[in-house]
């Protein structure tokens, strides 16, 4: 029995890992990235640490436009402590309809995919703590809620152990 639990225990683990995008495929209404993140768009969060304290909130107002099958997404924070911030992202559309993405605090590229009215981005953020940047990555789940509102809530965690959570709220203008 001992032997039987070992060996499924990776197979249980691994459909848990799953992002099970499909599961969203017909609900409504279907987000269309380059329509909702195209113009100005504002943004409320808060990060949580691992324990669920809520660390900072933070207001972002978004500027995005597309030409084609590329976009740009100008995000600029305020955070709660008084600091700014700024990212920004260049989005490209992929002919598997699957989207990729940059920016400058982002290793590599983000990979998203979408089914019905969600978005799934999966990248790792360089995030600054102190005087040190930890590479965390981050599992990024959006939700069209309407034409104007969309949820986010993203975890992020480093060698497999979560380390916090961000939970946003965007509002087409």
């Known amino acids: 029995m001992k032997s039987l639990v070992c060996a499924l225990l990776p197979l249980g683990l691994a459909a848990c890992a799953s992002d099970d995008l499909a599961q969203y495929r017909q609900e409504q209404p279907a987000l269309h990235l380059e329509r909702y993140l195209d113009g ?27 030409k084609g099958d590329a976009g740009v997404l100008d995000e600029r924070f305020e955070w709660s402590d008084g600091t700014r911030s700024r990212r920004v992202w260049n989005l490209r559309r992929q002919p598997d309809g699957s989207y990729r993405g940059t920016a400058a605090d982002v290793a590599g590229e983000a990979v998203g995919r979408l ?22 990555d ?11 509102v969309m949820l986010n809530r993203s975890t992020m965690s480093k060698w497999g152990v979560r380390v916090g959570e961000v939970t946003l709220a965007f509002v087409k203008r």
Request: proline share 2%; no cysteine; aromatic share 16%.
């Open 40 to 66: 100005k768009l504002d943004a409320w969060g808060m990060f949580q640490d691992r324990f669920g304290r809520v660390k900072k909130r933070f207001h972002v107002t978004l500027q995005a436009s597309w």
């Open 115 to 136: 089914a019905g009215n969600a978005l799934h981005w999966r990248y790792v953020l360089q995030l600054p703590v102190g005087d040190r940047t930890y590479n965390v």
């Open 138 to 148: 981050v599992d990024d789940w959006m939700f069209l809620m309407d034409d104007q």
